[in-house]
């Protein structure tokens, strides 16, 4: 069974630009969470998305946002850039959202 | 005080030998506590989850739970080389009628040869 997929895998953006990075998870999971991985940060929880709604927000400002589509497919979009956003961007999909979450390979944004 | 707080390490332990990792919680609601495994470069690897007090086996792994305590444990047994590598544990719980799963900062174990 296919595993959870992330597009692109790289990213170099330039400040001040947007972008859209994009999750389809594992057939049959109707959760998507997205996650920034910094070096000092660790894993910081985005937002969760269950049925196309937005559940959950962690706390990020508003440049930061996501959506769920009807094929549970998610994307996440960043406006505005800044270079503290280089980070890698993880999705996980869950059948419930709190049950075992599996994450995709990531996108390396990095904002120059 | 951290939602989920991890030794950070680095913990070293021989080959063969066991490793013990632990995690707590701040949150007594939690209801689904995990283990992930990160390589370097890579993204998070479920290894266990466990939902219930008590021990999970499975394989060399073995997670304990004791919600009372607001503590999560994973044992590896005959540990190898391939296991040096970033152990992150995540708790789950309710929250705005959706869930929410925060992450410890991970604890970086290094198996000798």
């Known amino acids: 069974k296919a595993g959870v997929t992330q597009t692109p895998r790289y990213l170099i953006k330039t400040r001040g630009q947007q972008v859209t990075l994009s999750c389809s998870p594992i057939s049959g999971h109707r959760s998507v969470s997205w996650y920034q991985q910094t070096p000092g940060q660790g894993l910081q929880f985005l937002f969760e998305y269950f049925s196309e709604t937005q559940r959950n927000k962690g706390n990020f400002p508003g440049r930061f946002s996501g959506r769920q589509f009807s094929n549970s497919r998610s994307e996440m979009n960043v406006s505005t850039l800044e270079l503290g956003d280089s980070a890698l961007y993880l999705c996980?999909?869950?059948?419930?959202?709190?049950?075992?979450?599996?994450f995709g390979q990531g996108t390396r944004l990095t904002v120059v | 005080q951290k939602e989920v707080e991890q030794n950070s390490g680095p913990l070293s332990v021989p080959e063969g030998a066991i490793a013990s990792l632990n995690c707590t919680y701040s949150d007594r609601v939690s209801q689904s506590f995990f283990w992930y495994r990160q390589y370097s470069g890579k993204s998070p690897e479920l290894i266990m989850s466990?939902?219930?007090?008590g021990d999970k086996e499975d394989g060399r792994f073995t997670a304990q739970l004791n919600k009372a305590s607001q503590y999560v444990s994973l044992l590896i047994r005959d540990s190898q080389p391939s296991d040096s590598a970033t152990y992150l544990c995540?708790?789950?719980?309710?929250?705005?009628?959706?869930?929410?799963?925060?992450f410890g900062a991970g604890t970086r174990l290094f198996v000798k040869a």
């Open positions: 466990i939902y219930s007090n």
């Open positions: 996980a999909s869950s059948f419930r959202g709190n049950t075992e979450a599996f």
């Open positions: 995540a708790v789950n719980r309710d929250s705005n009628g959706g869930f929410k799963t925060i």
